[in-house]
């Protein structure tokens, strides 16, 4: 008897199996033969970085004629749609699907800038990853300015400097620009006040701050924190300034 009830219930889920798999494939099979009758895009970037229009796309939909007011499934390639589109040198990613309601849905994520860099007089936005991309020619961001910055590597480490210095109490509204030197000194430029600070190796981050915070202090005491031209934070036992006359 229980031999009998093993093999009723094994065949009741084969079956059951077997006609969901069958429903699964009748039912993508009538997904793939309705009519694509329009497209949306839905970009998604930051707020403050509209790098990126939907009519910048017009050439690449275009080349897979998807402005007919109606196109067979079958005639679109979806997956070399989604994949030239992530080509885009603004883009991240993209991603590309057919609805039930026949619509294409173009999903586009711009890459967001973290600072720009010049280059050869050659201006770019730097992503998370340290990696170069072009402007844009309908926004652009006042982000900090990097130089001297060859590899993303080194880049990736400006950025995380960058970071600290908007979170530490000596350098109000963070940093305007740095400058490496090929030695891989810093050359730093803060945003709150008209002066550079020789900052020498990079790491060590908190007890240069640190020192930079306890002269400006200092300065602002003595009323001299306006004249302040330079500020050399290279040595171990000392901080070197300079005041403008």
């Not at 796309?57 to 080349?63: D, R």
Request: charged content about 25%.
């Amino acid at each position: 008897m229980k031999t009998y009830k093993l093999i009723v219930t094994t065949l009741t889920w084969f079956i059951v199996s077997f006609g969901m798999i069958w429903i699964i494939s009748e039912s993508n099979k009538m997904h793939e033969k309705r009519p694509i009758i329009s497209f949306e895009i839905d970009i998604q970037q930051p707020s403050n970085q509209k790098f990126i229009i939907k009519s910048d796309f017009n050439e690449i939909l275009n080349s897979f004629n998807i402005h007919r007011d109606t196109i067979p499934q079958q005639e679109i390639n979806i997956a070399l749609l989604e994949e030239t589109l992530r080509q885009h040198q603004l883009l991240r990613d993209a991603e590309v699907f057919s609805t039930w309601e026949g619509i294409l849905q173009i999903n586009l994520f711009q890459k967001s800038a973290k600072a720009r860099m010049i280059n050869k007089k050659i201006m770019s936005y730097i992503d998370k990853n340290g990696q170069k991309f072009p402007l844009s020619n309908h926004a652009s961001d006042q982000l900090p300015l990097l130089t001297g910055f060859h590899d993303s590597i080194s880049r990736i480490k400006a950025l995380s400097f960058i970071e600290k210095a908007s979170k530490h109490s000596a350098f109000p509204n963070g940093i305007s620009s740095i400058n490496k030197e090929s030695n891989g000194s810093y050359t730093v430029y803060p945003k709150w006040h008209d002066h550079f600070i020789k900052w020498g190796d990079p790491n060590l981050f908190n007890l240069k701050a640190h020192k930079a915070q306890s002269l400006y202090a200092h300065l602002l005491q003595k009323d001299k924190l306006e004249k302040l031209s330079e500020l050399d934070l290279r040595y171990k036992s000392q901080v070197v300034y300079k005041l403008n006359n």
